[in-house]
């Protein structure tokens, strides 16, 4: 009798229970498609062209973990703030503790058991698409991923209902260690917090002072090396913490007393959020810190996609080098941006490779500044030298050896003879074209063909690069892993961060809707109470998005040795930022759409 | 309908329930009026329709038939803002459970009538004041509901009900939460309030205690107007011994 009851009692509310559901299958199909990754050797074993790549994995992975367990934190209490009205009226109709403990305990757990599976398979059919998709775009091949690991589905499964069998469990004492009647009022406390001026001061000197150190442990990453990350979540965890503490509640109480404060439903909101604000600090550090690393991962997964072309534009001066240009070389060639382009003819002879003096003198070759000084990294200077110099020093530079490498042992040796000598000279004779292109991002395509041909036909020690786009082709492979990552834990991190504010903020709709009930009986127009609602829900959204976007501009400055000039974790951030803001802006229009729809009173029908 | 009349209802109606389901009618045709300056006592068994009419009068019902007309506003013909605006300015309540918004300091809660209005700030703080005087509450001004007894949190829910000046007061059982002398205190208080500010009083109550403070009574039985008896000169305890007459023979 009483299952049913609960079961209509969830009937009831069937628009809450499936954005919980909804949520937690999300969340649970993040985990999965992650686990897929983290877990699979094969396809890590197979894409790691960095030894860090299990590193940066297993980061992540402690990092999802952790937000999962604060997620699924979040939306337990959302579910019990549901339940417990009910919960306590069964009690008062003379039902058992025990009786009510065992529903508690079954309801938490078939509606986690229920999200874990459903997440699974979603997570299994997104695995399929939308990893495919991510990689696609970003113009990354992962080998060896497929969409089902079992090791994959067994982890999601075991953490997920290990955790919501913690939940049910917290519920069940929770529940049966409150008294009857606090479950059926619980919704009717609210708490006013007290002003301690001097505590306040302290609290606010010593949180700066925490961000302080956390903003300058990040941005000495150089010397502090690997240690200036934990030093720096831990300080500016703590230090968000204390400033939320010490000014939200002074800047509050000090605009109610402002005139502001007594126009329409001005200190109504005031007062929602002295008491509100106040509950979520916790929340909003949390929250605020989670926003930063999405936003981070991100900024950065991003940033590399993006500079990559640049980075490696300085590292050399031709884009390729074409050995014996054959007829569809030439094809492809022709196809090309081309910004400079030289033809130089080789006579190879035992550990020297000879140049014809006139060629060089009617086409120069281009050395690049930025090769050597670091001052011209972020604008590769492209110049070449007299042929008197250039047989000095720029024939000794790297990417004129490259022109000619002898497999393991290293570069031929240059030697310059003139026009006659040269003809006279013996050898093999092999012709290099080096083409220059303006933008590698645009001729990637035709450029991966190019480079696949001349690959072909003549085998490189795997050390050896030759031009630029190989350099670039290595280092996005390099680099590849970091920034899938940042892309995917960037998405995940604030798919479950917003989900965790909704929660968090709906948990306390229940005990709102007495309010708005009340300023509906004295007359308030319901577009006040909306506006209302969207102000106050858009602070609680607003708060730890603005700490974030700060936590993430001088977190990027532990990315700097990382990424060295002429790449910069800040470049091109702007629109990385706006799309970051347009999803959680999307939870923001969620949640108050909810909100409106569990708090508003509804005017009596005709 | 003179200038005097504050409440007149005619014909009131109100049915609950679909056409095609099956219907309750909780009003049946009720027809009164309430003077300006007047203390009325609307006195009725549970489920005789005293509730209903209450809600249809503040509009946060609509009647099914019949019109309500409240200091010259038809209220049957409000919608959406217009009855918002109604209740926030012409009508001023007392609840029996306070109603109080305990996030808001007493004076915030208070002075929200006013804000609603667009008031400015100086006009509002002296209202508040000057209010907070007649109740002698200025003392409880900066505290927040949950420091206040009951009698405490229902003489600042007077306060914020008759700050704004409106037409007509009306309570709902205002007395139900109350001990007895807390109680006392909130009549006498509504009775000054009808007396020195001239302000028409409606009491919904089933309490024949709180009844007698009120001039005329209308008892409610069955959706209709049972009787009506006033005080005229006698003095309260009398009317007291009238009230509990007229129930005992009302009720048979």
């Given amino acids: 009798m009483l299952g049913k009851l609960a079961l209509a009692g969830i009937k009831n509310r069937r628009r809450d229970y499936l954005v919980l559901l909804v949520g937690l299958t999300m969340s649970a199909a993040i985990f999965y498609m992650f686990a897929n990754l983290a877990t699979n050797q094969a396809f890590i074993k197979a894409n790691a062209v960095v030894s860090q790549a299990a590193i940066i994995f297993g980061f992540g992975a402690v990092l999802l973990i952790l937000i999962t367990i604060v997620y699924i934190m979040y939306a337990n209490s959302f579910l019990l703030s549901m339940r417990q009205h009910d919960y306590g009226l069964f009690m008062m109709l003379g039902a058992t503790r025990k009786r009510v403990g065992e529903l ?94 001097f505590r306040q001061m302290v609290s606010a000197v010593l949180g700066v002072l925490f961000l302080a150190i956390g903003y300058w442990a990040l941005a000495a990453i150089k010397t502090l090396q690997v240690s200036a990350i934990p030093v720096a979540l831990v300080t500016i965890t703590i230090g968000t913490y204390l400033l939320f503490r010490a000014t939200i509640l002074v800047i509050i109480q000090g605009l109610r007393r402002t005139k502001w404060a007594k126009k329409h439903l001005n200190g109504f909101l005031l007062g929602q959020l002295n008491f509100r604000v106040y509950n979520y600090t916790r929340m909003l550090t949390i929250v605020s810190l989670l926003f930063a690393m999405a936003l981070g991962a991100i900024t950065v997964g991003s940033g590399y996609h993006r500079q990559l072309p640049m980075m490696a534009n300085s590292l050399g001066t031709y884009t390729v080098a074409i050995h014996d240009k054959n007829a569809q070389e030439q094809k492809l060639i022709d196809q090309l941006n081309v910004k400079h382009q030289a033809t130089y003819t080789q006579k190879r002879q035992g550990k020297v490779v000879y140049y014809n003096t006139a060629e060089l003198k009617r086409q120069p070759f281009e050395l690049n500044r930025g090769t050597t000084e670091a001052k011209y990294r972020t604008h590769p200077a492209y110049y070449s030298e007299s042929l008197a110099k250039f047989k000095k020093s720029g024939s000794q ?51 991966k063909h190019l480079n696949k041909l001349e690959l072909q036909r003549f085998a490189q020690p795997s050390a050896m690069t030759v031009g630029n786009y190989q350099s670039f082709e290595l280092m996005s492979a390099f680099f590849g892993g970091l920034e899938f990552m940042g892309y995917f834990l960037g998405i995940a991190f604030l798919a479950m961060l917003a989900s965790c504010l909704m ?17 509906y009986k004295i007359g308030v127009r319901q577009n006040l109470m909306r ?71 509804k005017a009596p029908a005709d | 309908m003179t200038t005097n009349t504050v409440v007149d ?33 609307i006195m009725g068994a549970s489920g005789s329709g005293k509730t209903t009419l209450l809600n249809m009068l503040s509009t946060l019902d609509t009647p099914t038939k019949g019109d309500v007309v409240v200091n010259g506003h038809d209220v049957t013909k409000m919608r959406g803002n217009q009855l918002a ?104 208080l509504m009775t000054t309030i009808n007396r020195e500010q001239h302000m028409s009083v409606l009491l919904v109550t089933h309490d024949p205690f709180s009844a007698s403070f009120c001039q005329r009574i209308l008892f409610i039985k069955d959706g209709q107007i049972g009787s009506e008896i006033k005080r005229g000169e006698q003095d309260r305890s009398a009317f007291y011994q009238q009230i509990l007459n007229e129930l005992g023979t009302f009720n048979e």
Avoid: C
Wanted: charged share 15%.
């Fill in chain 1, 531 to 601: 506006h209302g609602i969207a102000k106050e829900i858009g602070i609680l959204f607003l708060i730890p998005g603005i700490m974030g976007v700060i936590d993430v501009l001088f977190g990027l400055q532990m990315f700097k040795p990382l990424m060295q000039s002429p790449m910069s974790p800040y470049l091109g951030i702007g629109s990385i930022f706006a799309i970051f803001i347009g999803l959680y802006a999307i939870y923001y229009v969620i949640t108050l759409l909810l909100y409106w729809r569990i708090v508003l009173p």
């Fill in chain 1, 104 to 197: 508690v305990f079954l309801e938490t757990l078939i509606l986690g058991t229920l999200a874990t599976a459903v997440g699974i398979v979603l997570g299994l059919l997104m695995s399929q698409f939308l990893v495919g998709l991510l990689l696609d775009m970003l113009g990354l091949h992962l080998a060896h991923l497929s969409a089902f690991y079992l090791p994959a589905v067994i982890a999601t499964a075991v953490l997920y209902v290990g955790l919501f069998i913690l939940a049910s469990l917290f519920n069940l004492v929770r529940l049966t260690r409150t008294t009857v009647l606090k479950l059926l009022h619980t919704d009717e406390q609210a708490n006013q917090p007290k002003i301690h001026p």
């Fill in chain 2, 9 to 41: 209802v005619h014909d009131l109606e109100k049915t609950y329930g679909k056409a095609n389901e099956r219907q309750y009618q909780a009003l049946k045709g009720l027809n009164f009026t309430v003077e300006a300056g007047e203390f009325v006592g």
């Fill in chain 2, 85 to 188: 605006d109604f209740r926030a300015q012409e009508v001023g309540f007392i609840f029996q459970d306070f109603n109080l918004l305990e996030s808001l300091t007493a004076e915030e809660n208070i002075g929200l009538p006013l804000a609603l209005k667009g008031t400015s700030s100086r006009v509002m703080d002296q209202a508040i004041h000057e209010v907070a005087d007649t109740l002698s509450i200025a003392d409880l001004l900066p505290k927040y509901p949950a420091e206040l007894s009951g009698g405490q949190k229902q003489r600042i829910a007077a306060a914020r009900a008759i700050v704004h000046h409106p037409a007509i007061l009306m309570g709902d059982e205002p007395t139900g939460a109350l001990d007895s002398t807390s109680a006392r205190e909130l009549l006498d």
């Fill in chain 1, 397 to 447: 530079s790297l990417d004129f050896l490259s022109l000619a490498i002898r497999s393991e042992q290293g570069f031929y040796a240059p030697q310059f003879l003139n026009a006659k000598q040269f003809a006279k000279q013996r050898g093999k004779t092999v012709t290099v074209t080096t083409v220059r292109v303006k933008s590698m991002n645009q001729d990637k395509a035709v450029l």
């Fill in chain 1, 503 to 519: 929660f968090k903020i709906l948990s306390g709709a229940p005990g709102d809707k007495q309010r708005y009930q009340m300023l």
